[in-house]
């Protein structure tokens, strides 16, 4: 069995939707970071970050990092269908925009959720959640036009896919996708509407 560390509204809502995709057992374990309690102390345990998702492999193995977790799911689990296979020619495409979405754009929620963290002074902190904002408002867009439909990749369903109903639901929020970024806005609609992802979604973001 694996086991899910996770917190609603946040980032294991991708991983958590794999498992389920995959039909996989999983032991979830709520542990938000944002909020104080004995499991923050039991949370750096398993990840001294401190941050969330962590997945426990049913070895023991703890893995960090959702980018990694997706490939390692994907290939676990091809039932799942979120990862292209090594011969699939929409793998490298897939490789491209998995790192852009974890590595570019979701990377910036640690700057300006926190900005206490990495600058002091109140207008200090004030221009970096503007400029980091404005930087990831900049990188969805490049991202809505690569978008391709029904899906980012065009007629198949990947992880990516997950990244984008999720991401959507953080800053700059749901509104301002719909409102700039409608191929991404139609992804959500559509991930949303899968019955396998229904209880999920509801669970992560109501």
């Not at 694996?2 to 999983?26: D, K, M, Q």
């Not at 793998?91 to 754009?105: E, K």
């Not at 109140?122 to 991202?143: F, I, N």
Request: charged share 25%; with cysteine.
């Amino acid at each position: 069995m694996y086991e899910l560390w996770s917190a609603r509204g946040s980032g294991g809502a991708i991983i958590e939707a794999i498992l389920t995709l995959a039909n996989a057992p999983v032991r979830i374990i709520d542990a938000p970071p944002w909020e104080d309690g004995p499991h923050l102390e039991k949370l750096r345990q398993v990840n001294p970050l401190g941050q969330v998702p962590v997945l426990i492999l049913p070895d023991g193995t703890v893995m960090t990092e959702s980018g990694a977790m997706v490939l390692l799911l994907g290939e676990r689990h091809p039932e799942a269908g979120v990862v292209p296979a090594l011969e699939d020619p929409l793998r490298p495409a897939f490789l491209r925009w998995l790192f852009f979405v974890t590595a570019s754009i979701y990377a910036t929620f640690r700057f300006d959720d926190h900005p206490e963290r990495w600058v002091s002074g109140e207008d200090c902190r004030t221009e970096l959640r503007e400029r980091v904002g404005a930087a990831r408002k900049a990188m969805l867009r490049q991202l809505d036009d690569e978008a391709g439909a029904p899906f980012f990749l065009g007629d198949r369903f990947t992880a990516l896919d997950l990244y984008i109903a999720t991401m959507s639901h953080w800053k700059p929020r749901l509104d301002w996708v719909s409102k700039n970024c409608p191929r991404l806005d139609a992804i959500v609609r559509r991930i949303k509407a899968d019955p396998r992802l229904e209880g999920v979604l509801i669970r992560h973001f109501g």
